[in-house]
């Protein structure tokens, strides 16, 4: 069975029409990249995705495990397994990562209903291995963090809520090279059998360290182009300009 299946998708915020007919399956275990230009559609499809209330679907949908999701809140669609790491996390000063963590663990996996002891020993364990220092625990979320730790507390909230599908928003912007390898080290550790990632980003650079099954070309809100990991490097090279031209 498919996870995440998206058929003729077409999407408008207010009176803009975003995403027009956008078509992708991934299976579960799979890795899918989508790639394009400034204002091509992608963080758009990654927040319709997660259940955004700004966009309008105006024909098409979203299946998740063969069931279509297009009515479900983004917290209904996470505990459904979905997971979207942002491409600017916000600061919450005041509200512990630790605290936070916890309650939004509980609530995905309310059948566990993790005590404060109990998280706190799966905490040190998923930072430990994700190579996170542990002392952040106890900090506001994202409180005065770099954009690298940002990025690196958003895998680390990925290894802690186990879902289904990871969805990473541009996750790579803004980071040297240090945190991209740290970042990229993280993503490959959650991968798994039944675990899928959906990776968004305009460069190749992540994808030298997160090697996706297949990789997509996102221009004027639609998958223009698909093919395996090497699409990247060919993009890299060439740009994205001559697949304009191939859509006209």
Do not use: C
Request: zero cysteines.
């Amino acid at each position: 069975m498919k996870l995440l299946e998206i058929y003729n998708l077409n999407v408008k915020a207010g009176n803009k029409h975003i995403l027009r007919g956008v078509n992708l399956s991934m299976r579960p275990g799979e890795t899918h990249a989508i790639m394009g230009p400034n204002g091509s559609g992608k963080s758009t499809l990654a927040s319709v995705i997660m259940g955004h209330p700004g966009y309008a679907i105006t024909q098409g949908g979203v299946r998740l495990n063969g069931k279509l999701i297009n009515s479900l809140d983004p917290d209904e669609r996470a505990r459904k397994g979905v997971f979207l790491s942002f491409q600017y996390p916000s600061e919450v000063p005041g509200l512990s990562i630790e605290h936070f963590l916890r309650n939004a663990f509980n609530a995905i996996h309310p059948q566990n209903n993790l005590s404060v002891v109990e998280f706190h020993n799966r905490f040190l364990t998923a930072a430990n291995q994700l190579r996170i220092r542990q002392d952040l625990a106890g900090r506001g979320l994202n409180e005065g963090f770099s954009g690298g730790e940002k990025k690196k507390l958003e895998i680390l909230q990925l290894a802690l809520l186990e879902p289904s599908l990871g969805i990473l928003d541009e996750t790579d912007s803004g980071l040297d090279i240090d945190a991209l390898k740290t970042v990229s080290a993280g993503v490959n550790a959650l991968r798994t059998a039944k675990r899928s990632f959906l990776v968004i980003t305009h460069y190749v650079r992540i994808l030298k360290y997160v090697k996706p099954d297949w990789v997509h070309v996102m221009i004027d809100g639609r998958i223009v182009l698909s093919g395996d990991w090497k699409l990247a490097h060919q993009i890299e090279k060439r740009g994205y300009d001559w697949l304009n031209v191939k859509k006209k």
